[in-house]
């Protein structure tokens, strides 16, 4: 069963109004071409109703309704005609451009635009007045005027609409944004926290299962010295990452300083102290300039990719030398850290393989690359390397 539009009460209460004052109008003899006798009084009655009727469907049926108020205004004009029946008629015009197709309100001020010049010109070709430019005058005001104002205001509604569009979409885009922020601030969160204290953990893994299963009471002192350092260091470290975590607006507030190169020096101290019982001995080769600097997220990562290599070499490595080699060179910064390959005696800790999966996050965020695995001598010694290289330019040159 089809059902038909619902009539909105603006519309009802527009018809109802035109139509009472048609009415009011025409029982107290105000016509707007009297002297129209071939017809009886009562017939000026009937466009009104018509026009009225249509106002009804001025909304929901502006295509209909428009050509057959159209009709019912030239009918008026055969009667005593009725000054609302042509207000009426202006609405049901501006209602036909604001309510009906995009092509409808492209085309009814152009039409309502050149029926107004026939209009002009048929009537001076006919009175041959100047008075009949009136006639063109009022054909305007009553079909062009109204059709221009309706096209007007679609057209701010249009641009209101696709505003409002824009700023839905920007606002969906901001959150996006926002989302992926959230995610790529999480992932740093993970990498930082996982870089600053997975090394000590390790340390108080390794030496917490000798102290364990060794019988000297002196071994087990030392290792349990070796825990505490690496449990009161680790409790700093998380400390720092708690600071980053929380508000720093205060202005009495000192911004926590980030690792750089110039600190593997202490980092190589702490993990010799740790693998000294692993018979793992540790040599830094910095091949870099002196005095050279190079972009703080550089030093970062670079400080990082070792620290977390070091951590897998307490770990995992064979009895050996640990060699961490650093090289500056075509603005590039190469990272290398080798390290002994085989079966270990003494106790593992667990790895999980997040610091590679970390590692890999931080060298593709600086667009380098980082290869990791074993490699194979040519004397036939096997050891595993870590190599990254990472774009960077000396900031020394910035300043040249």
Partial sequence: MTRFPRTHRDDVLIAVTGLLGGVLLWGLGLHITPGRDFLPPWVTLVPLAVTAFLELLRR????????????????????????????????????????????????????????????????????????????????????????????????????AEAARLRAEQTALLAEIDRGQAIVAERSRMARELHDMVANH????????????????????????????????????????LIGLLRDTGGADREPAVAPSLDGLDALLGQVRTVGADSGLAFVLDDGREAGGRLPAPVEMAAYRIVQESLTNALK?????????????????????????????????????????????????????????????????????????????????????
């Fill in 60 to 159: 929901t049926c502006p295509r209909a309704a428009l050509p057959v108020g159209t009709l019912a205004v030239v009918a008026d004009q055969f009667t005593h005609g009725n000054l609302a029946t042509v207000l009426m008629f202006t609405d049901l015009m501006y209602a036909a451009v604001v309510y009906g197709t995009p092509a409808s309100a492209r085309r009814i001020p152009v039409v309502s635009g050149l029926a107004t010049v026939a209009v002009t010109i048929a009537a001076l070709a006919w009175y041959r007045r100047p008075e009949a430019l009136l006639l063109g005058v009022v054909t305007g005001l009553v079909s062009f005027a109204p059709a221009v104002t309706g096209a007007t205001l679609r057209n701010h509604r249009q641009a």
């Fill in 201 to 240: 953990l390790s340390a108080i893994a390794i030496h917490s299962t000798a102290a364990l299963s060794l019988g000297e009471p002196k071994a087990s002192a030392d290792a349990l010295a070796v825990i505490r350092e690496n449990s009161v260091q680790g409790l700093a470290e998380m400390r720092r």
């Fill in 316 to 400: 995992h490595a064979s009895p050996g030398t640990v060699t961490v080699s650093l090289a500056h060179t075509d603005r590039r910064l190469t990272v290398r850290v080798t390290s002994p390959y085989g079966e270990r005696p003494g106790p593992r800790a667990p790895g999980s393989g997040a610091g590679l999966v970390g590692m890999r996050e931080r060298v593709t965020l600086l667009d380098g690359t980082l290869e990791a695995g074993p490699v194979t001598a040519a004397d036939g010694t096997k050891t595993w390397q870590v190599r990254a290289q990472l774009p960077a330019e000396d900031d020394t040159e910035l300043f040249a």
